[in-house]
């Protein structure tokens, strides 16, 4: 598996938000968002082939329980039914973090899933061929229906970017209608506090009113803005 990083720190998104965890970032993803916050696993992917073994050994040195394996796409690797394997094994609860367009046979204790809305799109400038191919994969219904149907603990997360973007939600769901709405978590785009803030004050509000979470994006805060890319 090609590995962008492998680190401790605290979960700043969804159920498990206060957790600290060891993180396992893969590089690599069959998307390319164009608020993607993490573009040296996407747009620019960089990192270091590591065998399974290997992986397991970092995490394990970080003396976390709690294990989030995200990227990128942890789903491109087919190795990470093996690692998922040996992170049970050793008792770490699993978080895996996912777009939900790939499947794979795994063991995770939370399956938590962004689906990517329209507003992901790359614009033309930036990267004509994957504009099309972005625009082809994002949304993936038979893979969604297998992630919520295979996994009993899971969470769906979406990016907003404009109030228009609720709607899409709203219409998004409708194929989903066994998901309870306390596990949609709507979190504002955006990679400082004062953008996230500004998205706040109404997203929250509606949120509230249609019984979803608002997901405020903690690691933000707590660390400070994402370097843009
Ligand atoms: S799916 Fe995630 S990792 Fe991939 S481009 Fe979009 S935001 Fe970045």
């Not at 082939?49 to 087919?78: D, F, W």
């Not at 996912?98 to 063991?107: E, I, Y």
């Not at 082809?136 to 219904?141: D, E, G, L, Q, Y």
């Not at 929250?204 to 979803?212: F, L, M, N, R, V």
Request: a neutral charge.
């Amino acid at each position: 598996m090609r590995i962008a990083e492998i680190y401790k720190s605290i979960q700043g998104e969804g159920v498990l938000t206060g957790t600290t965890s060891g993180f396992v970032r893969v590089t690599g993803c069959n998307l390319r968002c164009w608020f993607c916050d993490t573009p040296y696993t996407s747009w620019d992917p960089q990192g270091e082939n590591l065998e399974v073994s290997e992986v397991l050994q970092r995490v394990q040195a970080l003396k976390c329980h709690h294990v989030v394996i995200t990227g990128g796409e942890p789903m491109i690797y087919a190795d990470l039914v093996l690692l998922c394997e040996h992170l049970r094994a050793a008792g770490h609860h699993i978080t895996l973090e996912t777009a939900g367009t790939r499947f794979l046979p795994l063991h995770c204790d939370l399956m938590s899933i962004s689906p990517k809305l329209a507003n992901s799109i790359p614009s033309l400038e930036r990267a004509a061929e994957w504009r099309a191919r972005h625009e082809k994969r994002r949304h993936c219904p038979t893979v969604m229906h297998q992630l919520i149907d295979t996994y009993s603990t899971y969470q769906i997360k979406f990016v907003i970017d404009q109030p228009a973007d609720c709607d899409e939600v709203v219409h998004y769901l409708v194929n989903y209608p066994q998901v309870p709405r306390n596990r949609i978590f709507l979190m504002p785009q955006g990679i400082d506090q004062p953008t996230l803030n500004a998205k706040r004050e109404w997203l929250e509000p509606w949120c509230q009113q249609q019984g979803y979470r608002y997901c405020p994006r903690k690691h933000i805060e707590w660390f400070g803005t994402i370097p843009a890319s």
